[in-house]
């Protein structure tokens, strides 16, 4: 079959991204690619690591392995090039996968790499847990919030809205009044079971002091409590950052895979 017979057909997603299908005339999918709007907190805030710059959108691109090699993905990340006008695309890919060949090959630049991390409920001691929150921290105060993310590019932003229904979750530590941790989750739409986390992130003053445990373990509480369906948690870890693997893996995640960071400038 003539891969230009493939149909790279827009399919309707949720507000603000934008997805594609490699259809063949059968009707079978071949492959997909998506965009995404980039989370502030995901790349940047108070949290280590690379940084995406503004205008940047998350690429998502899979081609099915019997399709490869075939000038489908080149085609699918034409039109979400042509789709993201100007904007830096970012893709997260496995180390050493056929994923990150195409992205050298299409001259994405390597800006970091990372490893995500999962938590699975069944794994999580809920007593041992409510303890670590109990543990008081003089001159700080824990707080939460819930809502949705739509529009906001700081975690004070998030602070001073009022808790409503929605996709995220938040648990922060303050003193004086100043946001000083936080860790963050977003679930997305269901059946989905597994929510996204960003931090903990703590200022530097303030580190040294067990924070980002605590705000971890209120999130991990809270999050549970919030959207009762969640079974898992993923989060990503740059590899420069020991002491924040350390802190999840003694809240029992565990690593699930290596990734590296590229990202496209578009002209």
Known sequence: MSERLIDIVAVPDHPGTARWQAVTPPGLVAGTAGLRPIIPFEHGLLLPGPV????????SLYVEPPWRRRGIGSRLLEAAVAHAARQRLVAEVAAGSAGEEFCVRHGFRHTGSGSHELLTYCDVHH?????LIDVEHPGYRLSHWT???SGATRVEELLRRPSSPGNAVLSAAQADGDLVAYALAAVGAAPRRRARQYGPAVLT?????????????ALIQRLREIH????????????DDPGLLALRQHLGFRQLRRTRLYE????
């Open 52 to 59: 995406a710059q503004p205008g940047a959108a998350e690429l």
């Open 127 to 131: 007593a041992w847990l409510g303890e």
């Open 147 to 149: 809502g949705d993310l």
């Open 205 to 217: 003053a303030h580190r040294g002091r067990r924070l980002g445990l605590w705000v971890n373990a």
């Open 228 to 239: 009762p369906h969640i079974d898992e948690i993923e989060t990503r870890t740059v590899e």
């Open 264 to 267: 496209l400038a578009l002209p």
